[in-house]
Structures are given as C-alpha cells and as structure tokens.
T-cell receptor
Framework: QQQVKQSPQSLIVQKGGISIINCAYE??????FPWYQQFPGKGPALLIA?????SEKKEGRFTISFNKSAKQFSLHIMDSQPGDSATYFC?????????????FGRGTQLTVWP | DARVTQTPRHKVTEMGQEVTMRCQPI?????VFWYRQTMMQGLELLAY????????DSGMPKDRFSAEMPDATLATLKIQPSEPRDSAVYFC????????FGPGTRLTVT
C-alpha cells in the first residue's frame, strides 16, 4: 500500500513558469514531510522539508504548502529553470515510531524547457 | 566533505551469481537504509539499521537478499543467487531526520 501518493508522474514546464507537484498521505501520525531532488546518475538529496505545525515553508524559489485537514502537501517551484529539471520525490515520516523511516511517493520527472 | 560512499558504482553479472554491494555511511550516523530504485516501482525501502541492528528488512526478498552491518563504517547488501529482475539502482543512505544518499550501485543481471 502506497502511504504517500504523488502526482503528476511527469511535468513539462516552460522556463520562468511555475511547477507544482502534489502529494497526499494517509497516516495521520506523519509529522515530517520532506521533498527530495534527484538528478540523473545521482542519489536523491533533501531539497526542503516541513512539519505539520505550519502551513507553508519557503526557501528561495521552492515553497511547500501543507494542508493538514486534507492530508495533502505540494511543492511549488517559482520561476522554473532548466537546471531544475530532475525527479522530485515527496515523503512522509512518523519519526517517533519508525526512527526516521521515510515513505516516498513514486516521483515526478520535471522537465523545464528553455 | 562528509558523504555516503558506495561500491561498486556499476556491476554487470550473470544470473545465478552472487552480488555484494558495500556502503560506507557518514561517520557518526547510526541509522543506515538500503533502497532499490526502478522505473516501475520507484524508490523501495529494502532494509534499515540503527546502531548496526536491523530494524526492518520486510522489504527484502528473504530467500535471496541479505543485509548486514559488520561494523559502524560498513553496510553490505548481498544477493545470492541474482536474477534479471534484480536489475536496478541500489542506494544506501544514512542519517535520520535528513537522509544522505550515496551515488548508488547500478546492477545489471543478464
């Protein structure tokens, strides 16, 4: 059973546009929601993360929006650049009971056209 | 700078052969994860360890896969015998709140 569902599977955006990736989770015990970015031939790397006590977190052009009641969260990439082309994974974790285990979504392959 | 290392980076082997992948976690990280990545299944957790003790290996096919941490600086993942369906990229990661991934081992079983 996929504990974190991610959409879309792939996304094509024009340079300068906004990229939006959505995730939904089932486990209400999740208390940590990171996003990982993976470039071809590399391992995933933490991009940005949020905890459920805030509704939004922004770091540069990257923003996480979090809706606890809907059990949904999303990544917005403003002014998307070709260098943002990568695969993005959302994840959730119940840090207390699973000692840091992350439940990953299936990933979104983002392509930003120049 | 501190990083997770994995060897080998690429491995091509024939069906039925034993494959051993190695991982050196970041010094001081006491939680280590093994993942498998395929186009079809995405990132799958195979097993993870804390303080060298296995916490969960329910993601691994038990009949052919085994994971160990002989010491705090080495984690191993073995497949015996290997099968073509094992072809994938295998990642090791260490850390808890933030997981640091290694570069992966790309395994091809023919």
């Amino acid at each position: 059973q996929q504990q974190v569902k991610q959409s879309p599977q792939s996304l094509i955006v024009q340079k300068g546009g906004i990229s939006i990736i959505n995730c939904a989770y089932e486990n209400t015990a999740f208390d940590y929601f990171p996003w990982y970015q993976q470039f071809p031939g590399k391992g995933p790397a933490l991009l940005i993360a949020i905890r459920p006590d805030v509704s939004e977190k922004k770091e540069g052009r990257f923003t996480i929006s979090f809706n606890k009641s809907a059990k949904q969260f999303s990544l917005h990439i403003m002014d998307s650049q070709p260098g943002d082309s990568a695969t993005y994974f959302c994840a959730g974790s119940d840090r207390g009971s699973t000692l840091g285990r992350l439940y990953f979504g299936r990933g979104t392959q983002l392509t930003v056209w120049p | 700078d501190a990083r997770v290392t994995q060897t080998p980076r690429h491995k091509v082997t024939e069906m039925g052969q034993e494959v051993t992948m190695r991982c050196q976690p970041i010094l001081g990280h006491n939680t280590v994860f093994w993942y498998r990545q395929t186009m079809m299944q995405g990132l799958e957790l195979l097993a993870y360890f804390r303080n060298r003790a296995p916490l969960d290996d329910s993601g691994m096919p038990k009949d052919r896969f085994s994971a160990e941490m002989p010491d705090a600086t080495l984690a191993t993942l073995k497949i015996q015998p290997s099968e073509p369906r094992d072809s994938a990229v295998y990642f090791c990661a260490s850390g808890v709140l933030e997981q640091y991934f290694g570069p992966g081992t790309r395994l091809t079983v023919t």
